[in-house]
């Protein structure tokens, strides 16, 4: 069964610095995506980042990446010069290519910024 | 500016009382989904659906009921039967086919119990 860890419940970090979310990943299926959402307080979620499962190279979006090992089988997202709008719930989330469209969430990290 | 809406923000209900939550896209996506958040907790699927008139329960179905009548629409409805709705739920949606494209998400509905 597919299934999603994020070992972190809350990260600080301070301001314009850089900070890892870890998330590791367990599926038996060769196909497959990872997602990145944040949702900030107000409760939306905000897509962030993608990568899949045959993809080269790691994903990066303007000052996310994503940290793509997949021997290892983990997407940690990595902010570079983190924002005090960065603080926010950060979810990693798989969808399966034999699944259809079944996504599942890990349980998420508090990330929080300080000046 | 297409997306998802999703009314009422805030919803109220009375013990034995069913409420239904509308979730309504205008994103031309085939599939649709609703999750439950707990405080502090990820998002758990309840159902979801990749065509008009088909729905597949997800992992905390019971006590819930959906229906697709309609591309745009994909309402949830809360029965009595569900013994501990207060959550925040949240509807989705994605474009059926490729696989990397992402889910879109509307702003929520925090239902509490009376």
């Known amino acids: 069964a597919q299934k999603i860890t994020q070992t972190q419940p809350g990260m600080f970090v301070q301001e314009k610095e850089a900070v890892t979310l870890d998330c590791t990943y367990d599926?038996?299926?060769?196909?497959?995506?990872l997602f990145w959402y944040k949702q900030p307080s107000s409760g939306e979620m905000i897509f962030l980042i993608y990568?899949?499962?045959?993809?080269?190279q790691n994903a990066t979006e303007g000052r996310y990446s994503l940290n793509f090992q997949k021997a290892r089988k983990s997407a940690n997202l990595v902010i570079s010069a983190s924002q005090l709008g960065d603080s926010a719930m950060y979810f990693c989330?798989?969808?399966?290519?034999?699944?259809?469209?079944?996504?599942?969430f890990g349980a998420g990290t508090r990330l929080f910024v300080k000046a | 500016d297409g997306g998802i809406t999703q009314s009422p923000k805030y919803l109220f209900r009375k013990e034995g009382q069913n409420v239904t939550l509308s979730c309504e896209q205008n994103?031309?996506?085939?599939?649709m989904y609703w999750y439950r958040q707990d405080p502090g907790q990820g998002l758990r699927l309840i159902y979801y659906?990749?065509?008009?008139?088909?729905?597949q329960k997800g992992d905390i179905a019971e006590g819930y009921s959906v229906s697709r009548e309609k591309k745009e629409s994909f309402p949830l409805t809360v029965t009595s039967a569900q013994k501990n709705p207060t959550a925040f739920y949240l509807c989705?949606?994605?474009?059926?086919?490729?696989?990397?494209?992402?889910?879109?998400f509307g702003d929520g509905t925090r239902l509490s119990i009376l």
């Open positions: 989705a949606s994605s474009i059926g086919m490729p696989g990397h494209q992402p889910q879109h």
């Open positions: 599926t038996s299926d060769p196909s497959y995506g």
């Open positions: 990568q899949g499962s045959y993809d080269q």
């Open positions: 989330a798989m969808r399966e290519g034999s699944g259809g469209f079944k996504t599942i």
């Open positions: 994103l031309n996506h085939d599939a």
């Open positions: 659906s990749q065509i008009v008139n088909d729905f």
